[in-house]
C-alpha cells in the first residue's frame, strides 16, 4: 500500500513527472506549434493524436506530481492538510483540464476546461506564493521562487489587461508553468531541510 512507503521512495516523483510532461510539450511545440495566439490545449484539441498523447502523459506525470507533493513535498515541509487539499484540488484542475479538450468554443467542454484550468493557475500561483514565503525555505530556493512569484504576476497582469499579450498566450502559457514547475524543483533539492 502506497501510504506504508518510506517517504523517500518518493522524493523524485516531482523530478519524474515534471520531466516527462516537459519532454512532451516540448515534443508538442516542436511537432505542432504552429501559433502563439493559440493556447496549448486548443494546440492539443486539434489533433486527435496529439490529444491522446497529451491525456496519457497527463495522467502519467499529474499522478507522480500529486504523489510526491502528498507523500514527500508536504512531510519534508511540514505542510499540513489545507496544504494537501490545495495541491490535490489544482491536480484535479490540471487533470481535468487536460482530459476536456477546448475544442467547442463556447460548448459545455471549452467551460468546463477553462474552469478547471482556472483552478489549476491559482493552485499554481498560491503554491508560487506560499513557497516564498515560506520560512522552510531558504537561500536560492527563497529568491527564485520570489522571482517567479513576480514574473507570473507580471504575466497574469499581461495577459488579461494588455489585448496585444494574447497573441503571445502560448508563449506565456508555457513561461508561467515552467515558473511553477521550476519552483517546485529548486525549494524540493535546494532546501537543506
Given at each position: 500500500m502506497i501510504i506504508n512507503m518510506p517517504i523517500d521512495t518518493f522524493k523524485y516523483f516531482g523530478l519524474y513527472?515534471?520531466?516527462i510532461f516537459s519532454v512532451v510539450t516540448a515534443y508538442i511545440v516542436i511537432r505542432w506549434h504552429s501559433d502563439n495566439?493559440?493556447?496549448?490545449?486548443?494546440?492539443?484539441?486539434?489533433?486527435?493524436?496529439?490529444?491522446?498523447l497529451f491525456a496519457i502523459t497527463s495522467v502519467l506525470a499529474q499522478s507522480l506530481f500529486w504523489l510526491f507533493m502528498?507523500?514527500?513535498?508536504?512531510?519534508h515541509f511540514n505542510l499540513g492538510f489545507v496544504f494537501i487539499a490545495i495541491m490535490t484540488l489544482g491536480s484535479i484542475g490540471q487533470l481535468t483540464a487536460a482530459l476536456v479538450p477546448d475544442k467547442d468554443i463556447g460548448g459545455v467542454t471549452?467551460?468546463?476546461h477553462y474552469a478547471s484550468a482556472v483552478v489549476m493557475m491559482l493552485v499554481m500561483y498560491t503554491f508560487t506564493l506560499w513557497v516564498s514565503l515560506s520560512?522552510?525555505?531558504?537561500?536560492?530556493?527563497?529568491?527564485f521562487s520570489s522571482f517567479a512569484f513576480v514574473l507570473m504576476t507580471i504575466l497574469l497582469i499581461m495577459l488579461f489587461s494588455i489585448k496585444k499579450a494574447r497573441s503571445k498566450v502560448f508563449i506565456y502559457q508555457n513561461v508561467y508553468l515552467a515558473m511553477f514547475y521550476l519552483t517546485v524543483l529548486v525549494a524540493?533539492?535546494?532546501?537543506s531541510k
Open positions: 513527472s515534471i520531466v495566439a493559440l493556447t496549448l490545449s486548443r494546440h492539443i484539441a486539434s489533433h486527435k493524436k496529439l490529444y491522446i502528498v507523500f514527500w513535498f508536504a512531510p471549452t467551460i468546463v520560512p522552510a525555505t531558504e537561500g536560492f530556493s527563497k529568491y524540493a533539492y535546494t532546501t
